[in-house]
């Protein structure tokens, strides 16, 4: 029965039954596909947080990573995409938090066990949306092995690397300055915070001296701390302020006196000199109080509002006070002025507050020895980044760690396996709950209330989704991992914990390559933003529908995943950031198109002229091939080491290309449309042409498959009744099918430099048409002089190649060949093309008509210069703008050209 396929590519309905069909025979299982003596190759997918959607960052992060793990699936390695989500304690506890105060409820007023078992329900109900939404994308995940970092298995290897480190002397419990969330009312790490550009005030206060002698000014930007100084300091080299040290100063309002302190913190060149100290909130000022031996008042407290130190503004929210205190301070005379400023202000990265630096006692990882360990990795090339510039990013965080707050004051999350003793005060840390106090052995023992940070766990990913810290067989089979495919925003956050994690726990790295991608930016440059109103909904791309995007409304018809996946693909060049615009996508939306015309095409024609088996690559060589057919299989040996090269190097945009120029531009704009011709002819050379297409076909379905999964399998599974085979046999699948290689049997020698020469001399016919508005099939006539006789017999061998693919009813070759009246002429390396032009057009309205356009560019193109030669237009206009011109200045300059020439010609 012939094929009757549809002449446009159905995504939403393909790739929906194309994903089942894998997902139920097992395809994607952890080594499937492998051939026997392969290595493994294995990659833990960063855990998206079980709160979270796909967006487009999502999207790309793991269309690289599926790219990867299908195109070593194919080379027969023995493959593991190890999925799961993660818990993200402070996120997930948030959404719980607000829909039980929706409820006119709090979450202190459920008590702990009650609140967790809300959150579990909501994980089990409304979590992990985005694991279904990855299938959508075409995520080749071993979806058997899908963890939870609450899993019970990763909570105990939790508790595991708590003990091992706590053991090792590498976690402890201190009293130290910290990030402080009052929103969230938790301790943050470093990581955690982002500071933000801020305008801002530094204000002039006026401190009176204990003896009455005179006074002190001192600047801040927190006047509302001023209630927690415990000290003034001045530099002791400071000439101005030498003869103070020691002395007291009076605090306004509160009335409390304060030393005056000699401190090199204090920079005699800065404000004036003298620096209030706050040491309960204030990283500097807690340092300067431990030297001076300085109290600590806190008078802002966990949630943000003013202490009772604060006097009569106890209770009033910080920043509100900050503003009545200011009015107050003017009445008084102790506000002298202000000045206005641009300051870095700490933000919580989840709460978006500002921060409160704040004295609390917490756990701690030592990060140094750890820190050193990582560092060796890089450096002695165990662990490579790509593109490289990033291991120095890696190297500097390192170089300067601090050691990490690694206790959040929440609930949600890994609780401290850390049991405090009632009886003697000593702590137990284990693995499992004690029955008694290791030190004593009273059993009156109270676990510690806090949970981990999440990074803490997260850190542990690509080994504890493998078993450990149990001997697991698939820890044995599939770790170290091969490559992270990540974002540069958790380089610190991420990937440096997973190696001093790995390095500590099995003494081996996680994974051998670190691949740091671009950010997805909308088409101004702007990082894309639920609240700016500049993100992409991947899945709208994919199954279509419409959404606001940049303040106006974007309906899209839905173009696939496979067409999102080679946009994606095409635009990752190098690790810079892309630029995206629902449009964009377009490209991939018609590159899919032509996949699909294209094998509609050869399936129909193959359909025709059924094979009894795959061609082999030996099968092909014997055939009596013509030039176009060896050229082409030429091309595609060399077309398979350049997209393997490509994918070996994460040159992710030179795979995606390499494959697509290939198929567009050699096979279906070259070959296919010469193919036409023979299956017309029918007889041999028609048989010849069905086979080689058939090899080439398939090959470059294997050569897209990573980056274009669904129409490359639905196409290669059409494609099984032309070489004998049937479509959806159990177990035979395109994506476990070999990867190409070259066969040398298939190249020909100096078939690309001849073919480029007749592409030319091609392309020279068809821009002439062009040029005098000739419909395609208004056939021409060419003579071609040549250098010499030998050039001529040689373009001769390939004379009705030039006349089908150029429409020339006679071709017309010889050395130093007449020019024919009426002709125009184009040169061609060593050639000049003549195409008679009399009785197809007017010339002398062809000359009038060119001579007009040449005028024209030359006035754009002068007006061009002006404006590039104005050193203030190149300085002062966009960038942008700048090299737009510059493009369409070279654009029409070789316009002009070919236009000169042309009228020459005539």
């Known amino acids: 029965m012939p094929l009757d396929l549809p002449k446009s590519y159905e995504a939403k309905t393909i790739e929906a039954e194309v994903y089942q069909r894998w997902e139920q025979s097992g395809c994607f299982a952890g080594g499937a596909g492998k051939v026997a003596g392969k290595p493994h190759y294995s990659i833990a997918i960063p855990p998206p947080n079980v709160t979270g959607v796909l967006h487009m960052g999502h999207a790309l992060n793991n269309t690289l990573q599926d790219t990867l793990i299908r195109w070593r699936r194919m080379q027969g390695y023995d493959t593991l995409w190890q999925p799961g989500t993660d818990h993200a304690g402070i996120a997930t506890e948030s959404v719980v938090v607000k829909q039980i105060q929706a409820a006119g409820g709090t979450r202190d007023g459920l008590g702990r066990a009650e609140f967790l078992k809300r959150v579990w329900a909501w994980k089990e109900e409304s979590g992990g949306i985005i694991v279904r939404q990855l299938r959508k994308l075409g995520a080749s ?390 609240s700016k109103g500049n993100g992409i909904d991947p899945l709208v791309m994919i199954e279509g529908g419409t959404q606001r995007y940049l303040g106006k409304d974007y309906t899209c018809p839905g173009y696939g995943a496979d067409a999102m996946r080679y946009t994606l693909l095409d635009m990752t060049t190098e690790g810079q950031d892309l630029k995206l615009s629902p449009s964009k996508f377009e490209t991939g939306r018609n590159f899919a198109n032509k996949v699909w015309n294209a094998g509609r095409f050869l399936l129909m024609n193959l359909d025709e002229r059924r094979l009894p088996a795959p061609p082999t690559a030996a099968q092909v060589a014997a055939l009596p091939l013509g030039f176009p057919e060896r050229w082409i299989l030429d091309r595609l040996q060399g077309a398979i080491a350049d997209c393997t090269a490509a994918l070996e190097a994460f040159r992710y945009n030179d795979y995606a290309n390499g494959a697509y120029r290939f198929f567009r531009d050699d096979l279906c704009d070259w070959y296919v449309e010469w193919a036409k011709r023979a299956f017309k002819a029918g007889g041999a050379e028609a048989a010849s042409a069905a086979q080689v297409l058939a090899y080439c076909f398939d090959a470059v379905l294997r050569l897209l498959h990573p980056g274009m999964p669904f129409i490359t399998e639905h196409l290669w599974q059409l494609l099984q009744p032309c070489v004998g085979g049937t479509p959806w046999t159990p177990g035979r699948f395109l994506m476990l099918s070999p990867w190409p290689e070259p066969q040398a049997c298939l190249a020909s020698a100096g078939a690309q430099a001849r073919m480029g020469g007749l592409q030319e001399v091609v392309t020279a ?125 070279a654009k029409e300059q070789v316009e002009l050209g070919n236009l000169k020439d042309t009228l020459a010609g005539l």
Not at 179 to 205: M, R
Not at 839 to 865: H, M, N, P, Y
Request: hydrophobic residues 40%; proline residues 4%; aromatic residues 8%.
């Open 141 to 530: 995940c071993d979806w058997s092995r899908e963890r939870f970092t609450m899993d019970e298995g990763l909570s105990r290897a939790v508790r595991t690397q708590f003990k091992n480190l706590f053991d090792a002397g590498l976690i402890y419990k201190g009293t130290r300055m910290v990030n402080w969330c009052p929103v969230q009312k938790t301790a943050l790490s470093d990581d955690e915070v982002d500071y933000i550009e801020k305008n801002g005030h530094l204000w002039q206060l006026r401190y009176e001296i204990e003896d009455g002698s005179g006074h002190i000014v001192v600047e801040t930007t927190r006047p509302e701390t001023f209630f927690g100084d415990t000290a003034v300091a001045v530099n002791p080299a400071d000439e101005r302020y030498k003869h103070l040290i020691g002395k007291r100063v009076r605090l306004p309002i509160v009335g409390r006196l304060i030393p005056i302190v000699g401190d090199e913190h204090a920079d005699p060149a800065k404000g004036s000199g003298a620096v209030k100290i706050t040491p309960a909130h204030d990283p500097n000022d807690y340092e300067v109080g431990k030297r001076h031996s300085l109290s600590l008042v806190r008078c802002i407290g966990f949630d943000g509002t003013m202490t009772a130190e604060a006097a009569h503004f106890a209770g009033q929210e910080r920043f509100a006070c900050r503003k009545a205190l200011l009015k107050e301070l003017e009445a008084s005379g102790m506000l002298l002025g202000s000045t206005e400023i641009v300051h870095a202000v700490g933000h919580g990265e989840r709460s978006g507050a500002p921060i409160e630096p704040m004295v609390t006692e917490q756990w701690f990882v030592k990060m140094g020895p750890l820190a050193e360990r990582a560092l060796r990795e890089t450096r002695e090339g165990r662990v490579a980044f790509h593109p490289e510039r990033w291991a120095k990013v890696y190297g500097h965080w390192l170089e300067n760690v601090k050691d990490w707050c690694i206790s959040r004051q929440i609930w949600w999350g890994h609780r401290i396996p850390a049991w405090t003793c009632a009886d003697c005060g000593t702590v137990t840390v284990a693995v499992d709950a004690p029955a008694a106090c290791a030190h004593c052995g009273s059993a009156k023992l109270k676990q510690d209330d806090d949970v981990l940070d999440t990074w803490f766990s997260s850190a542990l990913w690509p080994f504890s989704t493998l078993g450990w810290p149990d001997a697991d067989p698939a820890l044995a089979r599939w770790f170290p991992t091969s490559t992270l495919v990540t974002d540069r925003g958790i380089i610190y956050f991420w990937v440096a914990r997973m190696v001093m994690a790995s390095l500590f726990a099995l003494d081996r790295k996680p994974f051998s390559d670190v691949y740091i991608h671009g950010t997805v930016l909308d088409e101004r440059g702007d990082k894309m933003s639920k």
């Open 765 to 889: 016919v068809r821009n002439v048409r062009n040029l005098v508005s000739l419909a395609d099939g208004v056939a021409l006539e060419a003579v071609v002089a040549t250098p010499d006789a030998a050039s001529a017999a040689a373009l001769e061998q390939d004379r009705a190649f030039l006349c089908d693919r150029g429409n020339l009813s006679a071709c017309t070759m010889g050395a130093g060949a007449a020019k024919p009246a009426g002709s125009v002429t184009t040169v061609v390396g060593a050639l000049k093309v003549h195409i008679p032009l009399n009785g197809l057009v007017d010339l002398a309205k062809l000359k009038d008509q060119l001579a007009k356009r040449a005028a024209t560019l030359e006035k754009s193109i002068a007006g061009k210069q002006g404006r590039l030669g104005n050193a203030d237009y190149v300085a002062r206009a966009p960038a942008a703008q700048v090299a737009e011109t510059r493009e369409l200045m």
